[in-house]
């Protein structure tokens, strides 16, 4: 019951967040609008008992990606006209209305097969033991840092001045 | 387990109650006319938040600020990692030790490539 209720409180607050983002005509409260929206959505994650995936969400997305939304707002010229539209409005309207069909399709098309057992509690622990004991997934994640890697050489690639 | 979640979930209701009534017992004590409202320039100023700005506050930014972001979002991944590894650290011993070791020498290089190529210094 409590966790219906929290469920809804942020589904609800998930969802007015997000579509103040669109309608917002100033950017940078937008960017504050969808802040709100991950942070909602790691409540959501906490409710469906994946608190690791909650706390990633925490840390990568309000941490990290909140931080380079704004800090690509300071760099953008003239952002207090705010959020104009352009002539590229009906080739987005169209691109997005095909995407939202495409969703919801999806959504209600597919058989949702829930498991029989019930969620482990927490979850870190044993995603540790995965990824790191003697015979868990310790290569995939050295090709995970090899690929962090060639994510921080990319950026000086193509931030350093000539 | 959830029970947790529901003390933090109590402090985010808590949080909200106490920024909003910090902005409506002004209001209400101005309407209730215990304060009286006699505005002017200095007592509007934004004296917190510093000097007010000469010229237009929505300034472009340089761009290399961008880049610290970019490197900071590598290592924000990074933890990513660390973190089920330290949660776990004790029962996981050394194999996983020299695991993370590993880990972090890959990311490491990215760095040191950064600190070679000087793309760290501010010109």
């Known amino acids: 019951m409590g966790l219906a209720i929290t469920f809804w409180i942020m589904a609800v607050v998930a969802v007015v967040a997000a579509l103040s983002v669109v309608f917002q005509r100033n950017v940078f409260r937008a960017a504050l609008a969808l802040i709100l929206c991950f942070i909602t959505v790691a409540g959501i994650y906490i409710t469906l008992s994946a608190d690791f995936l909650a706390a990633v969400q925490i840390l990568v997305y309000v941490g990290a990606i909140s931080v380079l939304i704004i800090l690509a707002i300071m760099m953008t010229k003239e952002v207090q006209k705010g959020n104009l539209a352009n002539k590229m409005e009906i080739p987005a309207a169209v691109v997005g209305t095909v995407l939202l069909i495409i969703l919801v399709f999806t959504v209600t098309a597919t058989s949702w097969n829930i498991a029989a057992e019930s969620p482990l509690s927490p979850t870190t622990a044993p995603l540790a033991t995965k990824l790191f004991s003697e015979n868990g997934f310790i290569l995939p994640v050295e090709i995970g840092a090899v690929l962090l890697l060639a994510a921080i050489i990319g950026a000086i690639v193509i931030t350093r001045e000539k | 387990m959830l029970a947790n979640y529901g003390l933090i979930g109590l402090f985010f209701i808590v949080v909200v109650l106490f ?31 510093g000097v007010e700005t000469i010229g237009k506050t929505w300034v472009q930014f340089n761009f290399r600020y961008y ?18 590894w330290a949660v776990q650290l004790r029962e996981l011993g050394l194999t996983s030790l020299i695991v993370v070791f590993i880990l972090v020498f890959i990311v490491l290089i990215g760095y040191i490539y950064a600190w070679k190529k000087k793309v760290l210094e501010w010109k």
């Open chain 2, 19 to 49: 920024s909003l009534s910090m902005v409506i017992i002004p209001i209400i004590l101005r309407l209730l006319k215990i304060v009286p409202s006699h505005p002017n320039p200095i007592k509007n100023s934004i004296f917190e938040c």
């Open chain 2, 67 to 84: 880049f610290y972001a970019l490197i900071f979002l590598a290592l924000d991944v990074l933890v990513v990692f660390l973190y089920p």
